[in-house]
């Protein structure tokens, strides 16, 4: 059920809210309560980061806490300006154009200045759109719940086509080509 939400509804969240009217609030705390101790630091990827010109903002479909406890434990929270989540788009969930709209509406962002980095390709597809240069990001290797072949094609669905003009395996090697 939670795979079919995810990909009918652009969230597990999306579909729990339209199909069963669950209440966010507490859904988000619950599963974003998770050990992030897995997770290495890597300050080279917040300096990466900070070296980009601009500001640079996290857009998730989860929340601000679970995005703050994430860049807390990479190590890289101080290169961020902004973190603007799933509750900043009034529960509209990415792929949605709304959660864009609302997004850029609460940014300041200009489209036609900005790129958008993500872990998932159809996530992409809006914001070309909207004029944005565009990073998939594949995810490396999972573990985790998800059978590995459903989370390659999950993961990589929408990987070809014209709304993604970049592609990288490694975030911080990409990051530091471009500051060269």
Same mark, same amino acid.
């Given at each position: 059920m939670q795979k079919d939400f995810y990909v009918k509804h652009g969230t597990t969240l999306a579909g729990l809210m339209e199909v069963h009217g669950l209440e966010p609030g507490e859904f988000l705390a619950h599963v974003h309560k998770i050990d992030v101790s897995v997770v290495a630091p890597d300050p080279a990827l917040g300096h990466a980061i900070a070296a980009?010109?601009? /500001?640079?903002?996290? !857009?998730?479909?989860?929340?601000?806490?679970?995005?703050?406890?994430v860049l807390a434990r990479l190590g890289i929270a101080d290169a961020f300006t902004g973190i603007y989540d799933i509750v900043t788009t009034g529960y509209a969930p990415k792929p949605a154009?709304? /959660?864009?709209?609302? !997004?850029l509406a609460a940014s300041g962002i200009m489209p036609s200045r900005a790129a958008m980095f993500e872990d998932i390709p159809r996530n992409l597809a809006?914001?070309?759109e909207l004029g944005m240069k565009t990073v998939w990001v594949r995810p490396q290797e999972h573990g985790g719940a998800m059978a590995p072949e459903r989370y390659q094609q999950l993961s990589h669905e929408g990987g070809e086509g014209p709304h993604i003009h970049h592609a990288t395996d490694d975030l911080k090697a990409f990051l530091e080509m471009l500051a060269r």
């Amino acid at each position: 059920m939670q795979k079919d939400f995810y990909v009918k509804h652009g969230t597990t969240l999306a579909g729990l809210m339209e199909v069963h009217g669950l209440e966010p609030g507490e859904f988000l705390a619950h599963v974003h309560k998770i050990d992030v101790s897995v997770v290495a630091p890597d300050p080279a990827l917040g300096h990466a980061i900070a070296a980009l010109p601009g /500001a640079k903002m996290v !857009f998730t479909n989860g929340s601000v806490a679970h995005a703050e406890n994430v860049l807390a434990r990479l190590g890289i929270a101080d290169a961020f300006t902004g973190i603007y989540d799933i509750v900043t788009t009034g529960y509209a969930p990415k792929p949605a154009r709304l /959660a864009y709209d609302r !997004f850029l509406a609460a940014s300041g962002i200009m489209p036609s200045r900005a790129a958008m980095f993500e872990d998932i390709p159809r996530n992409l597809a809006v914001p070309h759109e909207l004029g944005m240069k565009t990073v998939w990001v594949r995810p490396q290797e999972h573990g985790g719940a998800m059978a590995p072949e459903r989370y390659q094609q999950l993961s990589h669905e929408g990987g070809e086509g014209p709304h993604i003009h970049h592609a990288t395996d490694d975030l911080k090697a990409f990051l530091e080509m471009l500051a060269r």
